[in-house]
């Protein structure tokens, strides 16, 4: 058996005794309302209240110090101001304590002063093995065990549900928002961890422990910022591993990356992208809304997430039908035809009915409730669809038809259990619970319906997906003291094994024609110089040089152009390359995430791709798969493959040539800043690709 990673909760989690700092007597008070919450719904543990001016709190015998307990408690609740608190941790630490959660604000929130007091605290818990959730935090609740360490009023509107979701949320008030809100929806959230300035305990840690509970089937987490990358993708990977869908709200989508103008792949490259990227890359399904989420992990609560998911449709209402199948093409979700030999055979039942998908039996399946049973029958059976979405619109709820419509239905879900069946009906709360009692998720609005059904298709694909070909080897990295200029960024590359078109660094017209000569015309001319890592932008590539006297006339107007565009620029001379034709242009990248290390890029290259952005990202490094799929992820992949009578391109070598340059970025360290390799022309298929335009961005070396 594995070794459970984040057993170390446990304690926070499941204690077997709790002490309260600053226990009160009002039940309404913070420091009152966990004890009245955990005696009402039953904590099977000791409450050990501690209040120096008080013998008994809320029934219970109080004490006056935490070295006066009779015991030493698994965790404790901090509802002690200021310094205090940090007092109350280190006395808890020392006393042996497993386990503290700290409610008290005005630390690293604050300022600086805060920071440092959050700092102390932290120290202190570490020194002794004690975790410690806060400071600034609402608290938690775990209510299989009937533990509240928590203050939270939302509880006033009704306790936690049984289920099988659990929430991870940094923000205690957005996550007890997120657990009223399912509590509203009938949906259970025995579980929900509110992480506030995670001195110690992460939103990471709550989703990996989770993620190795046996009670928890779905998580679902609302996020603000990542502070260290190493647990939060472990527990991503560990929840990936278990089939434990992860649907999470991650807000503050911030354009910081767009500040690091110096490469074209900083600037596309912003910090909610690369975020989108490392959730799509462990299967995370981001939800824009309160909604959305909780639509999707309760959809997710059936437990079906097909790796190939594939979108069947029933309605009374062809608008109803055009509706859902505009809302499918926006997220991608495939809606094949019925077979044509189940449409012929529908049709003669129905003559007037349209059954390609959606499948629209019309208001005549009311006059004969039978019809119902054998368009959604065929459907399922012949049609093979991974997802049903089912549209009745308030005929649904209507009491003259819902007993039959919910017995055709219910007979088809019988008999194919292993299928996501979704229903968009309006209808009353007694009625929902009847169809959701059948096997169906009930959606007033039927695209959200889709989102859902979408959602569980991602979860099944990263679940599916079988570990990528390792990263190909590269020697070690070793950067200059500060950026190079493109020829000698070129080298650094082929030590890398990345390939560059045939060039020459020449110091006169003279040396520039006679490169010329050798490569055969015509060629390209580029300004050469560390300063100037955008040549496009200020005339310095030109193209098409077919003549010695076209080269002189060019280096001359290279020179001239760079001292105009910037005086002050170190001018190493001009690079003279083969021009290669019939490729097609890409732009190969790497930007540095402040917290998850190098992340590369690619699309379609050129001038165009900042205003296109036609991209996808990946964390550094992977293998030459994940490279493919990337290629295949674009857009305009087509062009790559021979659309329109193209010859295909070399994508096998394209792939490579990323993989490598992954390895590359991973092995130079965190003095790497950027890689622009744009273009990369890429010959038809058997032919390589060439990187014709390189830019390495370093770090100064500190001297």
């Not at 941790?89 to 386990?99: F, H, P, S, Y």
């Not at 650094?492 to 490169?515: K, N």
Request: proline content about 7%; some cysteine.
């Amino acid at each position: 058996m594995t070794a459970r990673r984040f057993a170390s909760l446990d304690c926070l989690l499941a204690p077997a005794s709790v002490a309260v700092i600053g226990a009160s007597a009002d039940p309404l008070r913070i420091g009152g309302r966990p004890i009245a919450n955990m005696l009402a719904r039953g904590f099977a543990g000791r409450i050990l209240p501690v209040n120096p001016k008080r013998t008994e709190v809320q029934g219970l015998p109080a004490w006056r110090s935490v070295a006066a307990l009779p015991e030493v408690p698994d965790a404790a609740i901090v509802a002690v101001p200021g310094e205090a608190a940090v007092e109350a941790v280190a006395n808890l630490a020392r006393a042996g304590v497993k386990a503290a959660i700290v409610f008290t604000a005005g630390f690293a929130e604050v300022d600086a002063a805060g920071a440092a007091a959050q700092a102390r605290m932290a120290a202190d818990a570490a020194a002794h093995g004690m975790r410690l959730l806060g400071p600034n935090c609402l608290g938690l609740f775990n209510a299989r065990a009937g533990f509240f360490p928590i203050f939270s009023s939302s509880l006033e509107g009704g306790w936690p549900l049984p289920g099988r979701i659990g929430i991870a949320s940094q923000s205690g008030a957005y996550g007890t928002h997120l657990f009223a809100a399912a509590r509203d929806r009938r949906m259970g959230t025995p579980v929900c961890v509110t992480t506030g300035n995670e001195a110690d305990v992460s939103v990471a840690d709550v989703i990996g422990w989770l993620a190795e509970d046996d009670e928890t089937d779905v998580i679902a987490a609302y996020v603000e910022g990542i502070a260290r990358a190493e647990p939060f993708l472990l527990a991503l990977e560990v929840a990936r591993r278990a089939r434990k869908p992860i649907v999470m709200m991650k807000v503050g989508r911030s354009a910081g990356g767009a500040e690091a103008a110096r490469s074209h792949t900083a600037s596309i490259a912003g910090d909610d992208a690369v975020t989108d990227a490392v959730l799509a890359e462990f299967g995370v399904v981001r939800a824009r809304t309160t909604d959305a989420l909780l639509d999707i992990a309760q959809m997710a609560t059936r437990r079906i997430y097909p790796a190939r998911n594939t979108l069947g449709v029933i309605t009374i209402s062809g608008g109803g039908g055009v509706l859902i199948a505009d809302a499918a093409a926006d997220v991608g979700l495939e809606m094949p035809p019925m077979p044509q030999a189940t449409q012929a055979r529908l049709r003669e039942r129905l003559p007037f009915c349209a059954p390609r998908n959606p499948v629209d039996c019309t208001a005549q399946a009311f006059n004969d409730m039978s019809l119902i049973g054998t368009f959604t029958e065929a459907m399922v059976a012949e049609g093979g669809y991974s997802s049903v979405l089912a549209f009745f619109s308030q005929t649904g709820g209507a009491a003259s038809i819902a007993p039959g419509l919910r017995t055709q239905l219910a007979a088809t879900m019988a008999r194919h259990p292993d299928r996501l069946y979704a229903l968009s009906v309006l209808a009353s709360s007694e009625r929902i619970r009847d169809y959701e009692a059948d096997g169906s998720v009930v959606f007033e609005d039927p695209t959200r319906a889709v989102v859902a059904l979408h959602a569980m298709g991602q979860f099944g694909a990263a679940f599916a997906r079988p570990p990528g070909d390792p990263p190909p080897l590269v020697p070690s990295v070793v950067l200059p003291g500060a950026t190079p200029d493109e020829a000698a960024a070129k080298r650094l590359l082929a030590t890398a094994g990345i390939a560059s078109v045939p060039e020459r660094l020449c110091a006169d017209a003279a040396a520039a024609v006679a490169a010329a000569a050798e490569f055969g015309w015509p060629v390209v001319m580029k300004i050469a110089s560390p300063d100037i890592l955008h040549k496009s932008e200020m005339g310095g590539v030109l193209l098409d040089i077919g003549s010695a006297d076209a080269v002189r006339k060019g280096f001359a107007t290279l020179i001239a152009r760079a001292h105009t565009h910037a005086p002050d620029a170190r001018i190493a001379g001009v690079l003279v390359a083969k021009q290669i034709k019939g490729a097609v242009e890409c732009i190969l990248g790497i930007q540095r995430d402040p917290v998850f290390g190098p992340v590369a890029l690619f699309g379609l290259g050129g001038v165009f791709v900042e205003v296109l952005r036609d991209v996808v990202l990946r964390r550094c490094p992977f293998g030459e798969d994940e490279a493919l799929r990337m290629i295949g992820a674009i857009r305009a992949a087509p062009l790559l493959s021979g659309a329109r009578g193209r010859s295909p391109a070399d994508r096998a070598a394209l792939a490579v040539m990323l993989a490598r340059l992954s390895v590359f970025a991973a092995q130079a360290g965190p003095r790497l800043r950027a890689v622009d390799l744009n273009p990369v022309l890429v010959l038809p298929e058997g032919q390589g690709a060439w990187c014709a335009d390189a830019v390495i961005d370093v770090e100064e070396k500190a001297t």
